[in-house]
């Protein structure tokens, strides 16, 4: 195949020329190589990065909301997850992305990652939530005298009936598109706000 650039007749399966580097590509682009070309690999794991730091800070803020009764356990991960995407969302946008439209593209691929992952995400927030509920129950009964139980921690978790198991599985769909859509808007936003900055 000649290339369109320099002349230069290369293999007939070549992509790029070998002489001058152009694309020798001429098909029409399919929608999974359109969105392929405008995922930048590097920036995501940064951003994946920050997230992980977000997933510590967050858990043992928040944590500790959920163990003095003002936070119940299904907002504490849905506020997590969300703060995790969003900002590593944030900075794969602002790090890698010219336009908002590559920025929304990067950011739902960092929540993608993340969502695989997410039984082991979950695995650390229950664990850092279990250190920071027994630090500040063991706090708190030292200032108490043994007043206060983890007790309604325990009743918050229970679902007996197929009324609440129906809206817990809403509220994990609900946790899922939300932790989403966190990265999406978070990769627009970065990308939005580098463009500005520029
Ligand atoms: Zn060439």
Request: aromatic share 10%; net charge positive; glycine share 12%.
């Amino acid at each position: 195949m000649a290339c369109p650039n320099c002349g230069y007749n290369n293999n007939p399966n070549a992509v790029f020329c070998k002489k001058c580097g152009a694309n020798l590509f001429t098909g029409e682009m399919n929608l999974i190589n359109r969105i392929n070309s405008r995922i930048n690999l590097l920036t995501v794991f940064l951003g994946l990065a920050v997230s992980i730091i977000v997933l510590f800070i967050a858990s043992i803020f928040y944590g500790s909301l959920v163990a003095s009764g003002t936070l119940n356990l299904i907002a504490f991960i849905a506020l997590i997850l969300f703060s995790m995407t969003f900002i590593g969302g944030i900075v794969t946008g602002l790090l890698g992305n010219d336009n908002s439209s590559d920025g929304l593209i990067n950011g739902g691929v960092l929540s993608l990652i993340l969502l695989i992952n997410l039984g082991f995400i979950i695995g650390v927030i229950w664990l850092i939530f279990i250190a920071v509920s027994s630090y500040l129950t063991s706090a708190l009964q030292t200032y108490t005298g043994g007043l206060i139980s983890t007790s309604n921690i325990v009743n918050n978790t229970s679902t007996s009936n197929t009324v609440e198991s129906f809206s817990t599985i809403i509220q994990f769909i609900l946790i899922l598109i939300t932790t989403f859509l966190g990265g999406v808007f978070g990769g627009g936003l970065g990308a939005y706000i580098k463009k500005s900055f520029k």
